[in-house]
């Protein structure tokens, strides 16, 4: 058991480790994405007038499109988000997003993939094709559960004596800290793994799928059916005002906000408006879809009432992605997460450490364990690296490049390969004091940057009671002092071998 | 209030919960306690427990469920890095 | 779900004092963990996929609610499967309590879908 929990964590372990790091920023994802987009001021208040102005601009911009999508923005973006189909004969090229300000004007910020790009990769990496990662990811979150109950099979006796845990000094202390994060934040991980597959589970396991409908579209229109828009009548014809349509919505739902819109044959008389409700007031993810008559703004459908079944789901994915979370529980959900890229941090040196003891040469390690060391600074380090650089990017490249958010991507790719390979070639003592000391430096240095390329600094926004900016700033500085505290740690780090009891008892815990 | 409440609730059923073993009694304080202390303190904080999933429940709903769970680890995490810390100045 | 009830068939190494315990098993050797990874992988993914299929057929009430319910449990009878396969004693018995999952679910799946069709 203790075999499986060791090999299920390290074979993943890596992609384990990005995943965590990745997904962990994403609950605050809108305040990346606003700290990406410094020249967006405060947040549009109005939901219904963004919507409003947001069809006003599609009207104008989009008029041949058959189907708009409109985001507004939540509690916590700085702009909507406007998608829509352009008609058949349009180019190849033809722009399909937008983003709007409060006042309804496109937003001139800086082209940026923002905090999304970091959620996007956590589920899906990146520069392969959708699925592939979603696989990939899938395969590593199912090691993970595993290594999850594993642990917990052989370590049982932790919850009996739940106050032997803390943290040592010496050999033990990776063991400890292992057993640290992963026991006092074991709700969140069993939680946060479970639901992570069933987010996507029909992807990774669609049998039940298969066994009961012909075709997995069938299932999707049982479930959640996406209207395609209605035909044109050729008869033009306004869209009724959006006012009366977010009241009746919310009058409707009781407890819930506004989602999105979706606006379909815009123009013409068979126009229809789907509202969808907000993710952010309850735990169930799924909204419910109201569907109005565009033309005379009547209501002519709702989606059905979920059962028990698809309620859970909905519940499920609703606790994985935390958007129903509030302030203080949005810091839980992300301080929970830092121990979880903790504990695979952790378990990775373990392996390490504990393998160190037995090798026949600690000078000369055989190619299994110098592939894994490598690799293990190249993740531990490599991964918060590439996160400082993409937000350092952000502020250094210039505003008018093309595939600016292209390249800020790339930007984070780069910094991971860059400290990959200066760990396959340095000495790992060396490599492991070097990096960190970088990554600190890397951290510190964004709200630096920050302030000298768009004025906006830290005292000033403290000052304004900015706090997206201001948290942004503090968070950035308080990885820099952990990251450089662990470089300092490493450098005065003396590994001394153990007598033979103390080894053979270290491996007896660690078995 | 009520999310002071619960985070102090949590914190203080951990610290119940770990001063009502003698051992621990020991690693914390540098001494035992009064012999009959430990059972009460055990039995108080898994009250405490107790109150703080009902007041959650009952003030939050679900909710409350999630937002409880985070702050039993941040209760369990403050008395174990105590512990931790306790231990090692000895 | 009800998962098959584990027996733990080895003793915990730290019953044994003084030696350092084994990576792995006393006396299994690789063929016994390539076994024992071939059922939990591969194995294990086609008995949650068969299991979750005639779940999925055999729940009585709307076919969608039916489906949605066997897919959220897969993920647990799968950790369950690989769990297992590493902490049954007889490498044999496991392969042969997995098939025996397998041929039943699967034959009870063929046998639902035949009778009854999907939608």
């Keep these: ?511 | 209030m009520i999310h002071l409440a619960l985070l102090l609730l949590a914190l203080a059923a951990f610290a119940a919960l770990c001063l009502g073993d003698a051992r621990r009694q020991v690693d914390l304080l540098g001494r035992k306690l009064a012999p009959g202390a430990a059972v009460p303190l055990a039995c108080g904080g898994w009250l405490l427990l107790a109150l703080g999933s009902v007041a959650a429940i009952a003030g939050l709903g679900a909710y409350g469920v999630v937002e409880w769970t985070g702050f039993l680890s941040l209760g369990a995490a403050a008395a174990v890095l105590t512990l931790s810390w306790r231990c090692a100045r000895r | 779900m009800h998962k098959a009830v584990v027996r733990l068939g080895y003793l915990p190494a730290r019953a044994r004092r003084g030696a350092p315990p084994p990576l792995r098993e006393k006396g299994e050797g690789r063929g016994a963990t390539a076994l024992r990874i071939l059922a939990a992988v591969p194995g294990g993914y086609a008995v949650a996929s068969l299991a979750t299929a005639c779940l999925a057929r055999l729940i009585p009430g709307d076919r969608a609610a039916a489906t949605v319910t066997a897919t959220l449990a897969s993920f647990a009878v799968l950790a369950g499967v690989i769990v297992l396969s590493f902490s049954l004693r007889s490498v044999l018995r496991l392969w042969l309590i997995l098939i025996a999952i397998a041929a039943v679910t699967g034959g009870a799946t063929w046998l639902s879908i035949a009778l009854g069709g999907r939608l």
């Design chain 1, 1 to 511: 058991m203790a075999w499986l929990h060791t090999w299920a964590g390290l074979v993943v372990g890596w992609l384990l480790f990005a995943i965590f790091a990745t997904g962990s920023s994403a609950y605050f994802q809108s305040e990346i994405t606003r700290w990406m987009m410094p020249e967006v001021a405060a947040p549009p208040p109005d939901r219904d007038a963004a919507v409003q102005n947001a069809i006003i601009w599609l009207g104008r911009n989009a008029a041949g499109a058959g189907d708009w999508s409109i985001s507004p923005a939540s509690k916590r973006d700085a702009a909507a988000t406007l998608y829509w189909q352009p008609p058949a004969d349009a180019p190849a090229a033809a722009r399909t997003s937008a983003r709007l300000d409060g006042q309804g004007r496109e937003v001139a910020a800086r082209a940026t993939a923002g905090g999304e790009f970091l959620y996007r990769f956590h589920f899906e990496l990146h520069y392969m094709p959708w699925w592939l990662g979603r696989y990939l990811i899938g395969i590593a979150a199912m090691a993970m559960l595993v290594a999850i109950v594993s642990g917990i099979v052989t370590h049982k006796k932790i919850f009996a004596d739940f106050f032997l845990l803390r943290i040592g000094k010496g050999q033990r202390s990776w063991l400890d800290a292992h057993n640290v994060t992963g026991v006092l934040v074991l709700p969140f991980h069993l939680m946060i793994t479970y639901t992570g597959l069933v987010t996507l589970a029909t992807m990774y396991m669609p049998w039940g799928v298969t066994a009961n409908f012909t075709t997995p579209a069938a299932f999707f229109e049982a479930t959640y059916p996406y209207p395609e828009p209605p035909a044109r009548t050729g008869v033009a014809a306004p869209l009724a005002p959006f006012a009366p349509i977010a009241a009746e919505a919310r009058r409707i739902w009781g407890d819930r906000d506004i989602g999105y819109v979706r606006v379909l044959t815009p123009g013409d008389r068979a126009q229809r408006i789907i509202v969808a409700s907000s993710s952010e007031d309850g735990l169930s993810a799924r909204g419910t879809q109201l569907t109005f008559d565009g033309t005379t703004g009547r209501l002519i459908g709702r989606s059905p009432p979920r059962g028990a079944a698809l309620e859970t789901e909905s519940v499920m994915v609703g606790l994985h992605m935390g958007e129903y979370a509030r302030p203080v529980l949005r810091w839980l959900y992300f301080l929970s997460g830092l121990a979880g890229t903790a504990m695979v941090g952790s378990g990775l040196v373990l392996w390490t450490v504990k393998r160190r003891a037995r090798l026949a040469d600690p000078a000369r390690p055989h190619l299994g364990f110098r592939l894994v060391e490598t690799l293990n600074i190249g993740t531990i380090a490599g991964v918060p690296a590439a996160i400082a650089t993409y937000f350092l990017a952000n502020r250094l490249l210039p505003l008018g490049l093309a595939e600016r958010g292209g390249r800020e991507v790339m930007a984070f790719f780069a910094a991971w390969a860059a400290a990959m390979l200066w760990a396959a070639v340095r000495p790992p003592r060396r490599a492991w004091v070097e990096l960190l000391a970088t990554v600190a430096a890397l951290f510190a240095l964004v709200p630096v940057v920050s302030a000298l390329t768009t004025g906006r600094n830290l005292a000033a926004s403290l000052v304004a009671g900015d706090w997206v900016f201001a948290g942004f700033d503090l968070v950035m500085l308080a990885l820099a002092l952990m990251f450089g505290w662990a470089a300092r740690k490493t450098l005065h780090h003396r590994a001394r071998p153990l007598p033979g009891r103390r080894r053979a008892a270290l491996a007896e815990a660690t078995a």
